[in-house]
């Protein structure tokens, strides 16, 4: 009572009358202190001077900046000006009453309690006024001095319930309540800070009946506010009323009478995340008091916060979210048990969205750590169980993040269920759903997220966490061999890279696990070291299972070497480095796939080379027979297997145990499918490794139980599976396995087995098949194989020539019935590459029999295809693969006439290329070029002069080609041309005075014809500096050929070519004339002599001139006039 009667008195002192009778009283007042910055500026404001805003904005400068107190009177009347702006109901900008209200402000740091009591005034008088402003500044006035505000918080909720009392709505009630909630709030914090109280008892007794009466008004007046915003204010000054009034017991029952309409408030709030950090701010007060809440004014609120949650109809973000699970956190604090319960409860609820929200809380409880959450955690983990056969996606994945949190928190609280099997099970689920493709697009993708979610959640898993380690070890191994559990590799083999680094891998035996839970998880063999391997092995080779899956499958082997063997230690630690080198694409030697294929071989070689196990080597491929067996056709894991199996075997010394492994792969594959017809043959490969003779033996005893009965009397059904389609693959299959046998055999082995078993398996299978295009290309792949293999043995070393004309026959034979039949097959061409090796053995062919097989050749391969058929081919799908063919067989036929050159030339260019190079066919005058190219190279290599005996019908049949349709053909034509020239040089001792031909052929490239023209005209000048005359007639009958034949601008090259000859040796060969007269009279018998008839005309105008004593009566008869002679020479 007594400060309030000293505050009476202050506001007397302070002329706090009411303001109505002051503004009719104001005058000019005179002052005995001498005039300052603040007297000068409120001057202005009193005589209207000028801009108010800046004059009022200049004043708090001064106040601010000042160090002197304005006097007594001065401030009086400063505080009357500024109220007349602050509290006018209309016509003072909002502008001038920030700024007046910003004067009080730094006026209250020199004179805080007379503002502090001139606001007051404002808000309990009574009458038109504003009071937004006063509000505004007494919000301020905290921000700015809330110590001093303490001793005026009773004062100032008496003057807040007068506000209440008449607002209804819009700014001013946001305003109340925000200055409402600020002030609150520093009470909170004053009470809690555990500092002196500045109030004595009866005064806090006074706020706390004040802030009661200020409650009830609010509840009174502002409970049916509409507008969002008026909620929302009215929801934080409420739920702040109520975290002060819960300080004081005797308040409490008068607040959880009030709870339910603070909830209902709550859930009539459009923003969550406002209206939740309200509600928080009760909960956090009742946290912090010694008093138990009714149940059912709890549970109200936790199920008004969880709906909030659980609502689906809104989307929430993610500080919604958070604020939310916080709001059930406070919750769960203040009353475990019950919020607990309550989420439990919402487990078995129909509407997905409660489950999954209820899960959510459940794991973010969890996380929490909270000491009664600990307690009450192995009662939760086994509800959600209950949960696990659920098949909503939604409630899946919050399943799965739920278990992420357990684990994260006490992986010992999940003794009584198997979450980490649950992660694997979840993963194989979606693997399933997603292989059933039965899914649209948005389920697909929603399975492969909760695949990503099982990865993610295992590979994150932190082993330090107490009983993680029993949780993990051994029971991790249990999923490392089951195929659809291949995609968690990757985490698996963190979480066993982490135990191995804390040294927990020793810790427990496998056996030591539950036997019902061994059983259910294999549902097959046992867990042994060979299993282990084997499957590791298949994953770090499989070509589709990508760098990274590999790469975990390797260091599972190197974390694991101590459960696999243990002899392998020291040679894994510095091999598997090696080869996670490769894959982490370190090693730059590293080229594709296949290679990595056999490094990964070669380390399996080298690993049981280690270990010197028999029996473990056995068990191993007992092992990788059975996944082998089990494996679907045409997979890359079927394919890696053959081989892989094929190593272990190729390292097994008992000869049985190895028979057995091969007869029954070789019986169960189904060598119509080509994956598996490749397979047995890299299967026999590997495996002959080391067991070649073995491995021979066994497919001797295979093949002839093939071909069993071919000629003998058997039954009707076993003919019937011998003569089946699959019978005939394995043939095939067999005839190419035995050439690959050859390719991998040794010196010794070759020699010893050759003839005999290789050669005479390969003719009986090839007898008893069906003939077709599989088992024919088969037969000439396998001769290629056998012949390349026997050929690198030594030059010393003969073939059985009697094996060798039959092996001929068949070829030739092949060469004959394709050249009359289909001419896109690539049986003629394959027959080049084979014939190619097997012309290379000794004895070599006669003379004879050489020519004939060329000729053969080249009808296959040079005659044809056709240009219609060319472009057919072109425009098919196999087109890459057969031009590849064709040029690859090219070469080959080039390298078997080097071969020929040996013994004959005369009739190698005349009789093989010269018809080809006169041919309509584009595609054939190519190839023609390819095999001239080659052969003229070869010359050169081998110091060949022989070529020179046709230097003047190779030019002229070179010559045309410079302007060929095609630009390779131009090229080619350039180089066989360049290396005649070098052929030349070398067998005359001359200087070769070539030119820069290369800079010409650029020309020949260029669209333009009569460019290209120019450019054949240069080169043939560089031609001839050295021409030998005596080759004068074979080079013009080369030219009578290509007017008779050619087409085009052939003939028009061809012409130059001819003309430029006869411009620089025309007066030379003399001798030469009158059968260069035969040759040019004979063009003109030509149906086609019109095209060429003009470079004929220049050439005898040329000759004549030339010759004195040649007339042009002795070129041509009569019948030509001299008009038609004098033109062409024109």
């Keep these: 009572m007594e400060r309030l009667r000293a505050l009476r008195g202050l506001f007397a002192c302070v002329g706090c009358v009411p303001r109505r009778t002051r503004r009719r009283e104001r005058g000019r007042v005179a002052s005995p202190v001498p005039p300052c910055a603040v007297t000068l500026l409120l001057q202005r404001l009193q005589d209207q001077e000028g801009d108010r805003a800046q004059a009022y904005c200049e004043l708090e400068h001064v106040l601010w900046e000042g160090d002197s107190r304005p006097p007594c009177g001065v401030v009086n009347r400063l505080l009357a000006e500024v109220s007349q702006d602050l509290t006018a109901a209309q016509g003072v900008p909002d502008s001038v009453r920030t700024a007046a209200s910003n004067v009080l402000v730094a006026l209250a740091r020199t004179h805080f309690t007379l503002v502090m009591a001139e606001l007051q005034g404002h808000l309990k008088a009574v009458g038109e006024m504003s009071k937004e402003f006063v509000l505004v500044t007494l919000s301020k006035l905290f921000s700015s001095y809330a110590p001093q505000c303490i001793s005026f918080v009773w004062l100032m909720l008496a003057g807040l319930r007068s506000v209440v ?69 009215v929801l934080e000054a409420v739920a702040t009323m109520m975290a002060v009034l819960l300080q004081e017991a005797l308040h409490r029952e008068h607040v959880w009478e009030q709870l339910l ?117 192995p009662q939760v983990v086994e509800a959600v169980q209950c949960l696990c ?112 680094e804390r040294g927990d891998l020793m810790v427990r035996e496998v056996e030591e696990l539950d036997a019902h839970f061994l059983s259910s998880m294999f549902q097959g063999p046992l867990l042994t070291p060979q299993t282990l391997l084997a499957r590791l092995l298949v994953v770090a080779g499989s070509p589709f299972a990508g760098s990274e899956l590999q790469a975990a499958a390797l260091l599972l082997m190197q974390n694991l070497h101590s459960r696999i063997h243990r002899a392998v230690g020291a040679m894994w630690a510095t091999e598997i480095p090696l080869l996670l080198q490769c894959l982490q694409g370190k090693d730059e030697s590293f080229p594709d796939s296949a290679e990595w294929e056999q490094r ?62 091969l007869l029954q792969h070789l019986e169960e594959a189904n060598a119509e499918e080509p994956s598996e017809a490749q397979g047995m043959i890299s299967f026999l490969s590997h495996a002959a490794e080391s067991n070649f003779h073995t491995v021979l033996d066994t497919l001797t005893v295979f093949a002839s139980r093939l071909c069993k ?78 012949s390349s293999a026997f050929q690198a043995v030594g030059d010393s070393v003969c073939f059985n020539p009697s094996l060798k004309g039959k092996l001929l026959e068949i070829l030739t034979d092949l060469l004959k019935k394709y050249y009359l039949g289909t001419p896109v097959s690539p049986v003629p061409l394959k027959v080049v590459l084979a014939l190619e090796q097997l012309s290379k053995l000794k004895p ?127 090229q080619l034509a350039v180089t066989c041309l360049s290396s005649l020239l070098r052929i030349q040089a070398k067998a005359t001792n001359g200087v070769i005075k070539m030119g820069d031909i290369g800079s010409l052929c650029e020309g020949l490239n260029d669209r333009s014809t009569v460019c290209q023209l120019q450019t054949s005209s240069k080169i043939a000048r560089i031609v001839y500096r050295d021409f030998p005359l005596e080759d004068t007639i074979d080079f013009m009958m080369a030219i009578k050929d290509a007017f008779r034949k050619a087409k085009g601008m052939r003939v028009r090259a061809a012409g130059r070519w001819m003309i430029t000859f006869l411009q620089m040796y025309g007066k030379d060969i003399c001798r030469d004339v009158p059968l260069t007269n035969y040759i040019l009279r004979s063009c003109t018998s030509s149906p086609q002599h019109s095209t060429f008839m003009p470079f004929l005309s220049q050439a005898v105008v040329i000759l004549t001139r030339c010759q004195a004593d040649i007339t042009t009566d002795s070129f041509f008869p009569a019948a030509w006039s001299p008009q038609t002679v004098r033109h062409g020479g024109e």
């Excluded at 009946?209 to 929302?232: A, H, I, P, R, T």
């Excluded at 659980?310 to 916080?326: I, N, P, Q, V």
């Excluded at 890696?640 to 272990?648: I, W």
């Excluded at 050669?759 to 007898?767: K, P």
């Design 165 to 233: 009392g008449w607002v209804r709505g819009g700014r001013t009630l946001r305003i109340a309540c925000a200055v409402v909630k600020q002030w609150l709030e520093g009470v909170k914090v004053h009470l809690g800070s555990g500092k002196q109280c500045p109030w004595p008892a009866t005064e806090i007794e006074q706020i706390y009946k004040n802030l009661s009466q200020l409650f009830c008004s609010v509840l009174g007046n502002w409970q049916d506010c509409q507008e969002e915003e008026d909620k929302q204010a």
């Design 709 to 786: 009965g071919q000629k003998g009397r058997i039954s009707r059904r076993k003919k019937m599976e011998l003569d089946s389609r699959r019978a005939h693959a394995t043939r095939s299959a067999l005839i190419l396995a035995h050439g690959s046998l050859a390719l991998r055999a040794s010196k010794e082995q070759l020699l010893a087995r050759l003839e005999g078993d290789i050669v005479g398996n390969i003719l009986l299978l090839y007898s008893c098949s069906c003939r077709d295009l599989q088992n024919t290309l088969a037969l000439v792949q396998s001769i290629t194989d056998f």
């Design 389 to 500: 056969s659920d098949p909503r996606t939604q409630v899946r994945r919050a399943i799965l993040h739920f278990i992420e949190d357990v684990l994260s928190a006490n992986a010992r609280s999940c003794s009584a269920w198997d979450v980490v099997g649950h992660i694997f099970s979840e993963f194989s689920r979606s693997t399933g759903r997603r292989a059933a493709g039965d899914l649209s697009a948005q389920e697909a993708r929603e399975e492969g997220a909760l695949q990503e979610l099982c990865m993610d959640i295992l590979g994150s898993l932190d082993v330090s966490v107490r009983g993680m380690t029993k949780l993990l070890w051994p029971r991790l191994l249990l999923y490392v061999v089951p195929a659809q559990y291949t995609g968690m590799l990757i985490p698996v083999s963190r979480c066993v890279q982490a135990l191995a």
């Design 600 to 661: 990964l071989l070669k380390f399996l070689r080298a690993s049981l080379d280690t270990m010197e196990d028999e029996a473990w080597t056995r068990g191993l491929s007992c092992e990788l027979s059975r996944w082998l067996s089990s494996s679907p056709s045409g997979s890359g894991e079927k394919s890696f297997l053959y081989k892989a199996l094929g190593t272990v075997l190729g390292a097994c010394k008992e000869v049985l145990h190895v028979q057995e492994k």
């Design 261 to 377: 309409w603070l909830v209902r408030l709550y859930q009539k709030v459009q923003d969550t995340c406002r209206g939740t950090k309200s509600l928080s701010i009760f909960l956090e007060a009742l946290e912090g008091v010694q008093s138990v809440i009714p149940k059912d004014k709890f549970l109200a609120i936790t199920s008004a916060v969880f709906y909030q949650l659980s609502d689906d109809t809104k989307e929430h973000s993610e500080a919604d979210r958070a604020e939310l699970t916080h709001c059930i956190l406070l919750q769960a604090r203040i009353c475990p048990e019950e919020t607990v319960l309550f989420l439990q409860s919402q487990l078995g609820a129909d509407r997905e969205a409660g489950c999954v929200a209820a899960l959510g809380l459940l794991g973010a409880l969890a996380r929490s750590d909270e000491p009664v959450m600990s307690k009450k955690l």
């Design 844 to 970: 070599s062919l006669g003379t004879k029999d050489m020519c004939d097989m060329l000729s053969l050749c080249c009808k296959n391969v040079v005659l044809h295809p056709s240009a219609e058929m060319m472009l057919k081919i072109k425009k098919s799908q196999q087109a890459a693969q057969y031009l590849q063919l064709l040029q690859t067989s090219l070469k080959a036929l080039g390298r078997l006439m080097v071969v020929l050159l040996e013994t004959e030339t005369s009739g190698l260019f005349q009789n093989i290329v010269h018809r080809s190079m006169m041919s309509d066919n584009m595609w054939e005058r190519k190839r023609a070029l390819q095999i001239c190219s080659q052969l003229l190279a070869a010359c050169e290599e081998h110091g060949r002069g022989d070529a020179c005996k046709h230097f003047g019908s190779l030019v002229g049949l070179l010559a045309p080609l410079t302007c060929d349709p095609m630009p390779t053909s131009r």
